[in-house]
C-alpha cells in the first residue's frame, strides 16, 4: 500500500498503481448509481421514450465498472436496482408507505447477479486498458444472461410481479416488438442487456489513446449489427392471420366512488351500446360490487341488459362469497375479485382473479407488517384466491362462439397466463382493470402498455378494460386499435380482429430465454469455482514446495 496525492493506492504485480477507495468515495459512488439507475424509467410509460431502452443502463453500468472489487460492484448494482424500483413504481406509495424504500432494496438485490458478471466482462485487466474482443464475446452472452435471471427471479408474485421489465420499455418500438412473439419479453431484455452493455464498453472512459480509436470503433460496430440483427429478426415474424372480427362494447364510468353508483352508471352506459352491433360487452374491475349468487335483484338487473342488446355481458365483481355458496375448490368463503360473464339466463361463468396484488389486495406477513393498513391504503382485509385459469364460452348473435380468455388487473403482468390461455383455446384476452389508487400517476399508462406485449406473445388480440383509465386494446400484432384515456367516461365500440389458432414460438416453447439464462449463469459460476479452487491447489503447492 502506497499514497499519492493523500490518495491510498496499491501496486498489482505489474507494477501498475490503482486508487484505492475511501469510505467516503464508495457512499459517493453507491449514492451515484442510485440516482442513474432510475434513468431507465424514462422510457417506460408514461413518457415512452422507447429508445432510452438500448443506453438507459449505460451510465449505472459505467458506475458499477469502476468499483475496485466485485463485492463494491455488487453493492453499487444493488443501489442501482432500488434507484430504478423507486422511479418506475413510485406510485405504489399509497399502498405501501415508507416500506416502498424497503420493497425497493428488496427488488434492488435482483440487479447484483448482473453487476458482478458486468464488473467481470468490462473491468480492466490493467488500467486505461479495455478488454479483449474474446472477453466481450462472452459477456455478450453471460451479462444478458445475468439481467433476464434478476427479471425473472423478481417475477414472482410475492416480490411483485414482472413489473418493468426492461424489455416492456419496447411496447410501442414498432422495429423490434413483433420479437415478443419469439421469446417473449424475456428476449427483448435479453437484447436491450446486451445493447447497453456494448454502448457501456464503447464509451468507457480513461482507455489509453493508442488503442481508443479502434476499440471504440469495433465496439460501436458490434452494437449497431446488434441493432440491425434484432430489426431483421423482428421483420421476419410472420403477421398473424386474420380470421374474422370481434366487436367489443366496454364500459368505463371513470372514477365513482360507492358500489351503486357505479352499478347505475355501468347500466346507463351499457344501454347506449344498444343497436351498435356489438357482440359482447366488457364492465372493468370491481364493476359489481355485490356476489351475483347472494344478490338476485342485481343479476337480473344484468340479464335484463344482456337480453335488450342480445349479447352476453362480462362483468367484474369484487363482493365477500358466502361459505355456503363457494364450492370445496374455492377454499372457502371470502371477498374473492371474480370475471363472470352473464346471458339473459344467468350467469354462463367465472373466473376468480389467481394473482393478487401485494398490499393492495392483500399484505404479505400481515402479522408483521399489518400496521400499515392504518397509515396508507394498504388492503383492510386479505382477498382469496381463485385456483385455475378459465376459458369463458361467449355467444354471438350470428351463432358462433368466441373462447374469452379473462384476466384481472395486474395479471395482465404475468407473460405466462396469456401464453397458457392462447394454448387453452382463448381466440381473445379480456383483462378487467381499475386504477383508481393510483389514477394521477403514470401507473395506468404503464399497466395499459402491457397488453400489447401479451397481445404479441400470445398471437391473441388483447383488450385491456378499465373501469377508470386507460381502457386499449391491441391486434395480435401489437398495434394499437384505440385508446380511452384517463379522462374518457362512457361507452366504447373497437372491433378486435381474431387470428388463426397457431400459437406463436413463444406460446409453445414457454420461458426459453430464462431458463437458457439461468443454464448459462450456472455454468458460469461453476467455470469461475473451478477456476478459484484450482488457483487455490497451485498456490498452496507452491508454498508448500
Known sequence: MASSAGRPVSV???????????????????????????????????????????????PATLVIVAAAVPREAAIRAWCGGTGFFLATCYWLVPNTGPFIVVLGLALGVTWMPW??????????????????????????????????????????????????????SQWNARPFLPLAAVGGVWLLSFLLAAVNLLVAAAVMPGLRSGRRRPWRAGVALAAGLLVAV??????????????GTLTVGGV?????????????????????LVGTGVDLVVWGESSVGFDLVDDQARLRRLEDLSRMLGVPVLVNTDARRADEVASPDDGGGGIYKSAVLVGPDGPRGRYDKMRLVPFGEYIPLRPVFGWLTAVTEAAAENRRKGVRLTVLAAGKPDGSTIRLGPLVCFES????????????????????????????????????????????????????????????????????????GRDGRGAYVVDLPLTSATGTPYARLGDWVPLGSLAIVAAVALDAAVLRAVRLHRARRFTAG
Not at 507494477?15 to 440516482?35: D, M, Q
Not at 434484432?230 to 380470421?243: L, R
Not at 395506468?444 to 386507460?470: C, M, N, Y
Open 115 to 168: 453487476g458482478v458478471l458486468v464488473w467481470t466482462a468490462l473491468r480492466p485487466r490493467l488500467p486505461s486498458q479495455p478488454p479483449g474482443y474474446r472477453r466481450l464475446a462472452w459477456a455478450l452472452v453471460a451479462v444478458p444472461s445475468g439481467w433476464v435471471i434478476g427479471e425473472f427471479a423478481r417475477s414472482w408474485e410475492g416480490f411483485g410481479g414482472p413489473w418493468a421489465l426492461l424489455g416492456a
Open 230 to 243: 434484432m430489426v431483421a429478426g423482428a421483420a421476419a415474424v410472420p403477421t398473424p392471420a386474420n380470421t
Open 413 to 484: 403482468a404475468f407473460p405466462d397466463m396469456t401464453r397458457r390461455l392462447a394454448n387453452d383455446g382463448a381466440d381473445v384476452v379480456v383483462v378487467q382493470s381499475a386504477t383508481s389508487t393510483f389514477q394521477d400517476s403514470w401507473a395506468p399508462d404503464q399497466h395499459a402498455s402491457l397488453a400489447a406485449l401479451r397481445a404479441v406473445e400470445a398471437g391473441r388480440p388483447v383488450l385491456h378494460a378499465t373501469l377508470t383509465g386507460v381502457s386499449t386494446a391491441f391486434d395480435a400484432s401489437g398495434r394499437q386499435l384505440f385508446r380511452l
Open 12 to 58: 498489482d504485480a505489474g507494477g501498475h498503481v490503482w486508487l484505492v477507495p475511501t469510505r467516503w468515495s464508495r457512499w459517493r459512488y453507491r449514492a451515484l448509481s442510485a440516482l442513474l439507475g432510475a434513468v431507465p424509467a424514462v422510457a417506460f410509460p408514461a413518457l415512452s421514450a422507447w429508445p432510452v431502452g438500448f443506453v438507459g443502463v449505460v
Open 252 to 272: 368505463q364510468p371513470g372514477v365513482v366512488h360507492g358500489a351503486d353508483v357505479r352499478f347505475a352508471d355501468g347500466e346507463a352506459a351499457t344501454r347506449s
